[in-house]
């Protein structure tokens, strides 16, 4: 029987360290909300109507929590978008952001790439792939994620 009482187990049970990177978050967060606060985004975005968020799985959990916390703010309303589409209303009014922490993640570039397609203001948030590419080729902002972990 396995009892998580000896540390020994966590090597056995646990061969990536999530457990490291849980117990590393607080400072994650601390260390991203630094480098966010010297990020900003063109004069250009300014004008947007709508945020859409496009990305899978836990590259769109910073969606989730801004998507709910966005009816207590005045802002423009944030949609959270999962998969190969996005809405017919995306257009130059609409702030597009493409998170995907490789920035290969299939659905995330096909959406990012429609967005760019149809003039939206587009930023990219990743470590690098196809995202930092496409941000590189159109000339958008693109937040860096650096996590070693």
Avoid at 13 to 24: H, K, Q, W
Avoid at 102 to 117: F, H, K, L, P
């Amino acid at each position: 029987m396995i009892t998580l009482d000896r540390h020994q187990v966590y090597e056995l049970v646990d061969p990536s360290c999530l457990r490291n990177r849980i117990a590393d978050l607080p400072d994650q967060c601390w260390h991203a909300w630094e480098k966010a606060l010297t990020f900003s985004l063109p004069a250009t975005y300014a004008h947007v109507r709508s945020v859409v968020i496009m990305g899978m799985g836990g590259s769109a959990i910073g969606g989730d929590l801004i998507s709910g916390l966005m009816p207590f703010e005045k802002g423009p309303p944030v949609i959270v978008l999962q998969g190969y589409d996005i809405p017919s209303w995306v257009g130059p009014d609409t702030l597009a952001i493409a998170s995907s922490y490789s920035g290969n993640t299939e659905e995330t570039v096909a959406m990012c790439q429609d967005a760019i397609r149809r003039g939206a203001q587009v930023m990219a948030i990743t470590s690098g792939g196809k995202l930092a590419k496409l941000s590189n080729d159109y000339n958008f902002p693109l937040f860096n994620v650096e996590y070693c972990g």
